[in-house]
């Protein structure tokens, strides 16, 4: 099974992944890099990343 879950997900981006997933029912996201995360269209919208200090 691992097998041909690799072999397909290989072939698609994560964004494809997760859509597919959702639209058959199955609670999905994108696997994504920090990288990928901080310049996430969505996340950035959602402002999901904030600045912040902690105190000493």
Do not use: N
């Amino acid at each position: 099974m691992d097998k041909h879950i690799e072999e397909w997900t290989r072939q698609r981006h994560d964004y494809q992944v997760m859509e597919v997933l959702q639209e058959a029912g199955v609670m999905a996201g994108p696997s994504l890099s920090t990288r990928q995360a901080f310049e996430d269209p969505h996340l950035k919208a959602r402002e999901f990343f904030v600045e912040g200090s902690i105190p000493c």
